[in-house]
Nanobody, 123 residues
Framework: QVQLVESGGGLVQAGGSLRLSCTAS??????????MGWFRQAPGKEREFVAC??????TYTDSVTGRFTISRDNAKNAVYLQMNDLKPEDTAVYYC????????????????WGQGTQVTVSP
């Protein structure tokens, strides 16, 4: 069973930066063949796509384009989300996901999920 563990969340002022990490274990498949992604869920809202990466392709939701960067290190079984110029509206629980066979913004495409890490951005 694949386990994903996120870290790096916290409290930051608007304009600040955070780097989220997600480490995977328990895989029985080649990690590089599947997309990894980040989603987030703010209080009272549905979970939404943030970014995903497969091979050298990545895609982002419009609201974070130019501010967030997703990257992965297959040798370390990890995916990262560098978040710069954070805004209060970025406040949410951020989830790491894995297992989509293609680049996808749909959370149903990812069978494996972490428990989430809280990101809070103060004004």
């Amino acid at each position: 069973q694949v386990q994903l563990v996120e870290s790096g969340g916290g409290l930051v002022q608007a304009g600040g930066s955070l780097r989220l990490s997600c480490t995977a274990s328990g895989r029985t498949f080649s990690a590089s063949a599947y997309a990894m992604g980040w989603f987030r869920q703010a209080p009272g809202k549905e979970r939404e796509f943030v970014a995903c990466i497969l091979w050298n392709r990545s895609t982002y939701t419009d609201s974070v384009t130019g501010r967030f960067t997703i990257s992965r290190d297959n040798a370390k079984n990890a995916v990262y989300l560098q978040m710069n110029d954070l805004k209060p509206e970025d406040t949410a629980v951020y989830y790491c996901a894995e297992g989509s066979p293609s680049i996808s913004t749909n959370d149903r495409a990812y069978p494996f999920w972490g428990q989430g890490t809280q990101v809070t951005v103060s004004p």
